[in-house]
């Protein structure tokens, strides 16, 4: 049985450099460190990503389309032990039987006959800790449990059979209460969006469905205290078009760019719409209460060419995702926004998780180099409340993704903690684990792990605790 894709040159980025997959799941504890692994920085750093196994057409091979795998370094009193592992997805397990892909991909039309359904369910996007359960997301399907620190997978969950709706990849967990929030979108309606509140036992308790002018890519959200903030972007599915073999998304500035707040708890139809500049956001970084006033702060930029939408062939390299943030008054249902730095371009942000849907001060995000093309080549930590930024940035040659805060056992300080990710150095073609302590982000690493191979780019991160991990059911 071949277990990865085995080609030699081939002929598509995706494929090729620190884009191409791996072809082995190793672990090792044996590792050279420089400078010294913090002795309380106690849980697994996890990175998802795509990792193709079968191909179906190497130069129709979209990013999005690899099956997910993880890599891991589980902390532990001072020593760290890199690990990386498939998630074994049904869609995997059917195509290592059938040994071939069996399904096309992003970059061809749906095959509406596929047997198999039309999209696999290829579980690589990101993962949610919740409940005591590590869920490893794809915002088609359901999501698929895994256990940590071994990685090894349990299977897709429904919610006991109580999920009706795609689960989106960036679900929030409040740490307050407990809850995770989450929602999904899909191409018929007349509800193109549908979001559900899971309780902290991990029972699915409220789904409700959310009327929208136009079935729309929506990737992420945000939570406040009271509230569930939904993002009502210009990415629309034209149905007609996937009928007739055409590509399914389209840039549609005209469709409007709006922002929705929905009581947490409350029915679909008392989401409150505010209208905004035209825009697209793929990520955001948190939202909190304010007043009378919902925030929102979000890596935005001026259009997207996600997927191939089309409608926005003239690429401005100006345009990039960056700090922003909206006010919404839900007393008056005026919205105003500005740019919280107008210069950096960055995305993949992500806060102490501990914070998330009330008022942070801190983000760290993957920073945009000055030549966009070029990759994330560092970390910014923004402070938001003073209004300033923290850059630290990787070496020559050496490029990252979405960094995490582990945030220190007992902290009572929202940055007393720790900032990792991977690196790769295109220098010598290896990787790195670098860990930044929070609160001193400017001095650099404490500690560069050196990895037995390379962190193929891939998405998102996570930091599951040792607490965690031990309650894991
Ligand atoms: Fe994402």
Redesign the pocket.
């Given at each position: 049985m071949v277990r990865v894709l085995d080609v030699e040159n081939p002929n598509n980025e995706y494929l090729s450099g620190n884009f191409g997959p791996v072809a082995k799941e190793v672990s090792s504890s044996q590792m050279e460190v420089v400078g010294k692994i913090p002795a309380e920085l106690s849980g697994a750093f996890l990175r998802i990503g795509p990792n193709p196994v079968y191909v179906e057409d190497i130069e129709k091979y979209h990013w999005f389309d690899g099956d997910g795998m993880i890599h891991e370094v589980h902390f532990e009193n001072g020593n760290a032990t890199y690990r990386n592992k498939f998630v074994e997805t049904k869609g995997l397990a059917l195509e290592a039987e059938h040994g071939e892909a069996l399904w096309k991909g992003l970059n061809s039309p749906p095959d509406l006959m596929n047997e198999h359904g039309l999209f696999k369910n290829a579980a690589n996007?990101?993962v949610a800790f919740h409940a005591n359960k590590l869920l490893a997301l794809w915002?088609g399907g359901n999501p698929t449990e895994v256990r940590v620190p071994d990685l090894s997978t349990i299977g897709e969950t429904d919610f006991d059979g109580k999920l009706m709706h795609p689960f989106t990849?960036?679900p929030k967990v409040d740490a307050h209460t407990g809850e995770m929030i989450t929602f999904g979108y899909n191409m018929m309606g007349p509800d193109f969006c549908h979001v559900s509140v899971v309780n902290k036992e991990g029972e699915l308790v409220k789904t409700v469905g959310i009327k929208l002018p136009k079935p729309v890519m929506m990737?992420?959200c945000a939570i406040t205290e009271n509230y569930t903030v939904l993002l009502d972007m210009p990415v629309t599915f034209d149905l007609a078009d996937v009928m007739n073999g055409g590509q399914p998304l389209n840039w549609d500035p005209d469709n409007g760019t709006r922002i929705g707040i929905l009581p947490r708890h409350g029915e679909g139809d008392e989401v409150k719409w505010f209208d905004v500049e035209t825009g697209f956001v793929?990520?955001t970084v948190n939202a909190y209460e304010d007043g009378d006033e919902v925030v929102l702060d979000a890596c935005r930029s001026d259009k997207t060419n996600v997927v191939g939408a089309d409608g926005n062939t003239e690429s401005d390299p100006g345009d990039m995702p960056r700090m922003h943030q909206w006010r919404m008054n839900m007393k008056t249902g005026e919205a105003t926004e500005r740019s919280l730095d107008p210069v950096c371009g960055s995305e993949?942000p992500r806060i102490n998780d501990n914070y998330i849907g009330r008022r942070a001060r801190y983000s760290y995000n993957a920073r945009i180099g000055e030549v966009p093309s070029g990759g994330f080549n560092g970390i910014v930590k923004y402070d938001l409340e003073n209004e300033t930024a923290e850059h630290f940035l990787y070496g020559d040659n050496k490029f990252g993704g979405e960094p995490i805060f582990a945030p220190r056992a007992g902290a009572t300080e929202e940055d007393d903690g720790w900032v990792i990710g991977f690196v790769y150095d295109a220098n010598n073609d290896s990787g790195e684990c670098v860990v930044l302590d929070a609160a001193n982000f400017s001095d650099g690493p404490v500690a560069r792990i050196k990895l037995p191979q390379r962190v193929p780019y891939g998405?998102?991160a996570g930091w599951v605790p040792q607490a965690g991990i031990d309650a894991q059911s």
């Open positions: 996007t990101a915002e990849a960036h990737h992420d793929f990520h993949f998405f998102h």
